[in-house]
């Protein structure tokens, strides 16, 4: 992918470089005079206060109980079947395709969901209610997200009012864009590559940035927090690999020139914030009391227990065995088994101790990565951070924003496919590759010299 030589930053990102550890920030809007054109002018500046005395926590049972019973439910969801094991996927050779391809479809996107009048049309039919105008933009299926709906518009308001009533920037922090599935049915790429459905995301989080300013002139922020280096020690992910997914992402954005809509934060480093306790990481030494907690009680309790093997299954289809699917030799559909079957004994009595080794290593990862989540919500890492800000989400939540997608999957779950025919603004979608691949043939779409592709169009 094309490199610049330095990148340019949002301001959001250059004044949370600039926090002191245990601050704080906020954003805050001014007037000034400026003599010299004889102008007012109204811009953001930001602030930071100390966030207080910070101490590792150790909840009762019954607090991390439901903390956790609410994240499985929030994150995992019900059990939805996958279906037979797919066929081993077919491709067609690759076809080049210039950069120039990328800057056409933002360029589609602003002109396409913006600039051709439909969200003046959505703020029309809203009348003076800035309020209503928002949640119609962030709830228009093809601005934002149809699932916006379930937020309702009396609780639009309760999220909104204080920023407006302030005219403040609106700042919505996004958790996300870890590094790129290693689930060989999702991807076929390496944990540090970004596609185009990443590309897509970015760009469509930059036009609503743009649709909103037509709303609220005070402007409006995207704070992505890449979740990458938290996530990767626990799913077998190379912090090398995280390090250039989040390179590439910067690349991307700066390239495409939206660099000024969309800022990229470490979860990682906002974790380290909270400071340290006796040399080590408060946020760390919480971590590891509530999974200690949580291993006791999965073996006493049956609904945690229950909530737990759900984890477990959610989590061992989004680990990286890559390097054991290799080593132990595993064919397609025995790793279609290991990696979908509750049971030990639902798979071929050959690879039940490799279902059980998977398992194991699943089951140790979902605990840690449970522990962090519920940490994240017992500090209420993001509001404390950041006072002032939005909640956004990829999974639709009361009290939450649910940001734009693109097909059944999460960019970072799945590839970007682009459809046949000239870019437009609804010509990418995200799958993974099993279902993009179940009734066709994929060309993998390379960028000019990528040794991966960039997305795939399907021919059948």
Known sequence: MPTPATYRVHSFERHWNNAPPGHKMFQDRVERYDSLNGLFHAPTEYRYEPLGPIAVLQPDTGEIGRLFLEFVRGEFGAKSSRGECPETFRYEAPELISFRVLLKYVERCESELVFSGLASGIRRSQGTDMIAQIYELLSNPLLGNKDNRRIGLAEARALFEPLISEQKRIFFVVPGFPFKDQNPFRTNVPASHVDIGEIALLTRLHVLTIALYQVHPFGVDWVVVSDGTTYAPILRISSEDVSEYQRQLR?????????????????????????????????????????????????????????????????????????????????????????????????????????????????????????????????????????????ATTHAKPGQVAIPMFGSAAPWNGVGIIGRGDISANAITVEPLYRASRHSILRPKLLGSGQHPIGYEPLT
């Open 251 to 391: 690349a991307y954005r700066d390239l495409l020139n939206i660099y000024g809509s969309v800022a990229l934060l470490d979860l990682r480093q906002l974790c380290l914030h909270l400071g340290d306790a006796n040399g080590e990481s408060i946020f760390d030494q919480s971590s590891r009391f509530v999974e200690g907690q949580l291993l006791t009680m999965v073996q006493q309790s049956e609904a945690i227990k229950d909530a737990f093997r759900v984890l477990v299954r959610g989590i061992k289809w989004n680990m990286n065995y890559r390097d054991l699917i290799d080593s132990h030799k595993i064919d397609w559909s025995a790793l279609w088994a290991v990696l979908n079957s509750e049971e030990e004994c639902q798979v071929p009595e050959q690879w039940r101790s490799i279902w059980k080794e998977f398992d194991d290593l699943a089951a140790k990862a979902a605990l840690a990565y449970a522990a962090c989540n519920i940490c994240i919500r017992l500090y209420d890492l993001y509001r404390i951070l950041f006072p002032s800000s939005v909640r």
